[in-house]
């Protein structure tokens, strides 16, 4: 959908004030294919003196970025959520911002073109079937192991998910039953339109 969460880090002022300090961290689960989130949320984590975390399922991934310094992680795993349920705790760290861009998502008018379904066959040669419920499990997964490590006052960045009366959880796309995960944990919900891109977040410990 071409969204673009993460740059609300710099639109807005009051996100820009969050508080950081020793033992935490930004959390990446899908890594950039070249788009700039990748080393936009590196370069903020690193600003601040934070460890920053990309997790991706393909080891290619890291060739968009092979250059970064050593105080870049690249974690390769088999599913962003096995990586939020065995390594993260190992970390002993808090999440200060989470950025859920992964597992991609169908939009059925894009079913007309040859380079989803070379997506779609790309997932199944790793043994994983590409449909929109099992996207919807994998964030929601990812934020349920993912709760117990976040900061207080933090910020989640949700990619390709909007507001939608017309599902029992009142959102859609990648993350429409992962927010309410975190809206149950005293996160609220944000649209910026700042730039004319929709981008969809939630935060807790702030005030906007």
């Known amino acids: 959908m071409g ?3 993460y740059t609300v880090l710099h639109e807005n002022n009051t996100l820009k004030n969050l508080q950081t ?14 788009e700039g989130s990748t080393s ?6 690193h600003n601040r003196g934070l460890d920053f975390y990309s997790v991706d399922v393909v080891p290619d991934a890291q ?3 092979k250059d970064m310094p050593p105080d870049f992680n690249f974690c390769l795993t088999e599913a962003g959520s ?3 349920k065995t390594k993260l705790p190992l970390l002993h760290k808090r999440i200060k911002v989470l950025y859920l861009d992964n597992f991609d998502w169908i939009d059925p008018n894009n ?13 199944a040669e790793r043994g994983v079937v590409m449909n929109n419920e099992n996207c919807q499990e994998e964030h929601r997964l990812q934020a349920l192991h993912c709760l117990p490590y976040m900061d207080y006052q933090s910020i989640v960045l949700i990619d390709d ?10 959102f859609n796309g990648k993350c429409g039953t992962a927010i309410p995960l975190f809206l149950t944990a005293g996160y609220k919900i944000r649209v910026d339109e700042t730039d004319g891109k929709y981008k969809l977040f939630l935060y807790r410990g702030i005030e906007l």
């Open 3 to 5: 969204m673009i969460p």
């Open 21 to 34: 300090g020793p033992n935490q961290c930004v959390v990446e689960i899908g890594s950039e294919r070249g």
């Open 40 to 45: 936009y949320l590196y370069q903020w984590a």
């Open 63 to 65: 060739a968009h970025f």
């Open 82 to 84: 096995e990586w939020c």
């Open 111 to 123: 079913l007309q073109y040859q380079w989803l379904h070379d997506q779609i066959a790309a997932y």
């Open 161 to 170: 998910s909007w507001i939608d009366s017309t599902t029992t959880t009142g």
